[in-house]
């Protein structure tokens, strides 16, 4: 797993091609670039851990 960071300020185009409708959002990619999940707003640690392992479960990959 890689995890990016993208000032969606500076990259408006990557904001309009994933539909980002607010901040914070994260997007799980298989590595063709298809996307798992995504979701947008603050998590505390254990529900943001469980998307994770659910998103990763969903995309085929072992949490």
């Not at 670039?33 to 990959?61: C, H, N, T």
Request: charged fraction near 25%.
């Amino acid at each position: 797993m890689v995890f990016v960071h993208i000032d969606g300020d500076e990259r408006k185009d990557l904001v309009s091609k994933y539909g980002v409708s607010g901040f914070p959002t994260l997007i799980m990619m298989k590595s063709d670039a298809s996307i798992v999940d995504q979701w947008s707003g603050y998590s505390p640690a254990p529900q943001f851990i469980e998307r994770v392992k659910q998103a990763l479960r969903k995309g085929g990959m072992n949490p």
